[in-house]
């Protein structure tokens, strides 16, 4: 207790008080009950004092945004940290590295994004309520910062770096991962931390062909092009492009202009570091001497230009080749005792490949494999290669091989997305795959890998812009990308054979998308640090994006561009010589797609039983509550029973199965529970529950009662009901059509074959092949269709609606102006194959049956003398010649 508290408890006169004082809380109001005076003569006694950060900030606008840059009063302790807003969405960004080196011989830089849900004012809807691994976008935007920062660290800088970008808030007008990446680069500038910044980096987008800069995401939505652009003042960092079949001039013209408006960002971080930032520290970087470099260079480079110099060799065994140079060299330093040169040996001998491969395709023009600097590998393309799924494909381009497979879902099987901008759910999706085998190697796969999902999203960019509107296919597609083998840009290969793959799923693509990676190799003047020199190389090979400069990855059809992913080694390249990369990327995809087309150039019809099936039908909300049931339990057993999905919306369910006989399945137990919408030439099966003298009950359609008329038991003539059918008997019944109040009429004669008469004719009109689509299609919605009157037993074709209607009304008025024996003059309205539709007068109809030998020929309008012999079991006046 200390000193202050000890002397206030002792000016309280304890002994006058008992202890239910001490009890009763009244030690507070002894405390209160102190004077000024007592206090102040106490002067030990203070009150807690405020804390002030020292901030920093710097205010700017590009484009239509206010943005703000901040530092000193969140994360003091980072050593280097920026609150970068833009309206209400704010991100921190923080830079730390390690002290020690950790003996590694690479930069360990390490970029974490993350979008905690508290950022939208949302509680996570997982079990435990807190957020769980990086998702998908997270990872994304996570390589989306590490692209442009990695290359600007010195060479031989080997320290832990680890960059964290946390959206602290969101208002969902901007996307934050843009913002990460410039709130990145001030936290780097600010550090101690040496690194060659700072970078800006800016979206750009497109709307009905006017640029917009940095746009929100309701203007992204409207926009035809999401281009991401970072750089230095006078270089190319960084460029991730989706768009919708854009022109390589419209791009070039898109990076003209997304230069200047990055380079934006750079005075602003360089006066917030001159403000607030730390001094460079002298960092140990891990070079070798030039005089070891030279030596062990001498040992190896002669070598390693012979194997260069032989396109015979395959990746494995040039490989094999060049490590057994470098093992020759460690034995050398070994009886040596060099221990310099062993510890810088592997960096060194990449060094020396580098500078050997280079300097041959500078020089000479010759490539390892032996092309020329704008060839493409062979190619090989083949579809259909699993037939018993949706759609497959094989993609080869030299020994890169990539299958490809389609899955079709249902619309309720689609992605659902919890971050903190963009839609809800994603329709298509593309999953790519790189296992070890396809590379010779033995690895675990465990979790979500970085360049997995960045090369699989890169490749869903690529290839949906051509899929069709929703409306028009609302199924849910998903493309597995297994890599088979790999020699360099398996991710372009990737977008080929999912290109080839969903047109073998019947999916009807605007065009085929293609894609190749386009490579560079430069000489640099030592004296200015500027490209001297520089060829460029098409589909450039594994070993050639490893020792190159850049790997420019693009995508698109014969008409544009629809994905751009350019990463590059240096700091930076510039600009002109990017845009001139487009051109040979161009040609190339020419060439790929002219294979791709020979393998298949249209969507293949599947009807067959391996094809997806998916359909919506109509029912009221308590329908749909009765097929769902308490918790979805009983949805989720009717999906474990027939393997196949249901989706409900409001007043609707979709449904969707692998193939037509899990479809028919899913169908017959849907229709079992709540039945299914009531539809003219609908084949259903039913329960006879009673018999009268007129015809029978029948129970279908999970509880809705229709009636069997005596009439149409059967072609033959039918004295009672009995003698056909049986009370508990199931039949297989035909709905021929609903009366005014709703009552269906079945038939059991229209399912059945009709007898055929001595002259080989049919003697009845009605039957399955006379009737027209009596089976409703699994593709479209049933609906529920009024019976016309002008459907007589002599018809087999439908009738217009508006025809449908009037024939209807003139049925009922048969009923009471007719009667049997009247004579009447009436026209022929139609003639059908077995007989007349007469139009009695009055808006009445009736039907005149050609009887064997009797037919003539009839003319529309003709004037015919009849009269009234019967009607028939639906109302409709049979008139026979007067």
Not at 236 to 242: F, S
Request: proline share 5%; hydrophobic share 35%; with cysteine.
């Amino acid at each position: 207790m200390s000193p202050v508290v000890n002397r206030l408890l002792s000016a309280i006169p304890w002994r006058r008080k008992k202890l239910h004082t001490i009890r009763r809380g009244r030690i507070s109001r002894a405390l209160s009950s102190l004077t000024a005076e007592t206090l102040d003569a106490n002067s030990d006694f203070r009150t807690a004092g405020n804390k002030f950060f020292e901030t920093f900030s710097e205010e700017f606008e590009i484009g239509e945004s206010k943005i703000t840059m901040e530092t000193g009063k969140l994360a003091p302790f980072a050593n280097g940290a920026v609150l970068f807003a833009v309206e209400e969405t704010k991100v921190l960004s923080t830079a730390v590295s390690a002290k020690s080196d950790g003996a590694h011989d690479f930069l360990p830089l390490t970029v974490d994004y993350r979008e905690k849900q508290f950022a939208q004012g949302v509680i996570p809807g997982t079990f435990m309520r807190r957020e769980g691994a990086p998702r998908e976008r997270e990872l994304l935007c996570g390589r989306l910062i590490d692209r442009p920062i990695r290359p600007l660290f010195p060479a031989g800088f080997y320290h832990d770096v680890e960059i964290t970008a946390s959206v602290l808030s969101s208002d969902g007008n901007q996307d934050p991962d843009v913002m990460a990446a410039n709130a990145a680069s001030a936290a780097l500038m600010l550090s101690d931390i040496p690194w060659g910044g700072p970078i800006g980096v800016i979206r750009i987008g497109r709307i009905d062909g006017q640029f917009v800069i940095n746009p929100s995401m309701d203007e992204l939505s409207l926009s035809d092009l999401n281009l991401v652009y970072a750089c230095t003042r006078d270089k190319t960092l960084m460029i991730d492009v989706q768009s919708r079949e854009i022109s390589e001039r419209d791009l070039e013209a898109a990076l003209r202009l997304a230069h200047p408006e990055a380079a934006k960002y750079l005075d602003p971080q360089l006066r917030l570091a001159a403000k607030a930032g730390k001094q460079k520290k002298e960092y140990k970087l891990s070079m070798i001497s030039n005089a070891k470099y030279e030596k062990i260079r001498g040992l190896a480079e002669a070598s390693i230009e012979s194997v260069f110099s032989n396109p015979s060799y395959g990746k494995f065994a040039r490989g094999e080749a060049l490590d057994n140079i470098t093992k020759d060299v460690k034995k050398q330093l070994e009886e040596e005792g060099d221990d310099e040169g062993l510890k810088f040996l592997s960096k060194t001998v990449d060094s020396v490949r580098k500078q050997v491969v280079r300097r041959r395709i500078i020089g000479e023009g010759l490539r390892v494999d032996g092309r020329r600097l704008d060839e493409v590998r062979p190619l090989y393309c083949e579809t259909s290669s699993l037939p018993e799924l949706h759609g497959s494909s094989i993609f080869a381009r030299g020994d890169t091989q990539v299958l490809c497979t389609v899955t079709l879902g249902a619309p309720g099987e689609a992605q659902r997305l919890d971050s903190l901008v963009g839609p809800p759910t994603k329709r298509f999706m593309l999953h790519y795959s790189f296992p070890p085998y396809c590379i010779n190697e033995v690895g675990k796969r465990i979790g979500l890998n970085r360049r997995e999902v960045g090369h699989g999203t890169l490749a869903e960019k690529a290839l949906v812009s051509v899929l069709p509107p929703e409306d028009d296919f609302p199924y849910t597609i998903r493309i597995n990308s297994e890599v088979m083998a790999s020699d360099g840009s398996t991710s372009m290969a990737s977008v080929c054979a999912g290109s080839m793959a969903l047109m073998d799923a019947g999916i009807p693509l605007l065009e085929h998308v293609a894609g190749l990676s386009v490579g560079l190799v430069s000489v640099t003047d030592p004296s200015t640090g500027e490209i001297a020199d520089y060829r460029i190389l098409t589909d450039i090979l594994g070993l050639e994006d490893h020792l190159g400069d850049m790997d420019f990855k693009i995508t698109g059809t014969r008409n544009g561009i629809t994905a751009i992913q350019l990463d590059i080694k240096p700091a930076g390249i510039p600009l002109d010589i990017i845009c001139e990369s487009l051109e040979p990327a161009y040609r190339g995809r020419l060439q790929i797609l002219d294979h791709m087309e020979r393998a298949i150039n249209t969507p293949r019809t599947r009807d067959g039983r391996k094809s997806r099936r998916i359909l919506t039908l109509k029912y009221s909300n308590d329908a749909i509550r009765k097929l769902i049931g308490p918790l979805g339990a009983l949805k989720r057993k009717i999906e474990e029973e027939t393997g196949g999905r249901i989706s409900v919306s409001d007043g609707s369910i979709t449904l969707g199965a692998k193939n037509p006989a899990a479809f028919d399945k899913l169908v017959e137990k849907i229709a079992s529970i709540i039945g299914r919408e009531t539809e003219k030439g609908g084949i259903y099966k039913g329960v006879v529950t009673s018999i009268k003298e007129y015809g029978a009950f029948v129970e279908f359609n999970a509880g809705r009662q229709g009636l069997l008329h005596i009439s149409e038991l059967s072609h033959e003539p039918v004295s009672r009901v009995s003698d056909v059918v049986s009370v508990g008997q199931v039949l297989e019944l035909m709905c021929i059509g609903l009366d005014v109040r709703g009552n269906v009429n079945l038939s059991l004669k229209a399912i059945l074959p009709k007898p055929v008469s001595a002259d080989g004719q049919s003697s009845c009109v009605r039957n399955e092949d006379d009737l027209p689509s009596h089976r409703p299609s699994k593709e479209s919605s049933p609906a529920v269709v009024i019976r016309s009157a002008d459907d007589a037993e002599c018809d087999h074709h439908r009738e217009e609606e508006g025809e449908k209607r009037k024939s209807k009304e003139s049925a009922a008025a048969a009923d009471k102006k007719l009667k049997i024996g009247t004579i009447v003059t009436s026209r022929v309205r139609q003639v059908r194959q077995h007989g007349l539709v007469l139009d009695l007068g009055g808006g009445i109809r009736g039907m005149y049956r050609f009887e064997n030998g009797s037919r003539r020929e009839f003319s529309i309008g003709e004037e015919v003398r009849v009269k009234c012999c019967s009607f028939s079991g639906k109302g409709i006046p049979v008139m026979s010649l007067a």
